[in-house]
Nanobody, 114 residues
Framework: VQIVESGGDSVHPGGSLKLSCSAS????????VAWYRQTPGNQHREWVA????????NVARALRGRFTISRDNAGRTVYLNIDNLKPEDTAAYYC????????WGQGTQVTVSS
């Protein structure tokens, strides 16, 4: 099983990004999938958002209004849209199941600076 995240970039404050996540070796559509992020020097990954098999979603309260999670029609690719990016959003972004049951991928780096 391998998770692959992509879409990270260096952007200015106020910009937007769309991150993507997919997995090989499993049917990702059968899982509740979550996005997490980790800032430099922090061993803890912060939970950002999750999406269920039926498309039901939940976003961390402090991030609502700017972060949107979705998945494609087949359910195998999960997206994280981030609008109005702020410097404090700078982090490596990862996806995994809700219970973090799969091997972690490499993540995708988001850097927000002016």
């Amino acid at each position: 099983v391998q998770i692959v995240e992509s879409g990270g970039d260096s952007v200015h404050p106020g910009g937007s990004l769309k991150l993507s996540c997919s997995a090989s070796g499993i049917d990702f559509s059968q899982y509740i999938v979550a996005w997490y992020r980790q800032t430099p020097g922090n061993q803890h990954r912060e939970w950002v958002a999750l999406i269920g098999q039926a498309g039901n979603t939940n976003v961390a309260r402090a991030l609502r209004g700017r972060f949107t999670i979705s998945r494609d029609n087949a359910g195998r690719t999960v997206y994280l849209n981030i609008d109005n990016l702020k410097p404090e959003d700078t982090a490596a972004y990862y996806c995994n199941t809700e219970s973090s049951s799969l091997p972690w991928g490499q993540g995708t780096q988001v850097t927000v600076s002016s």
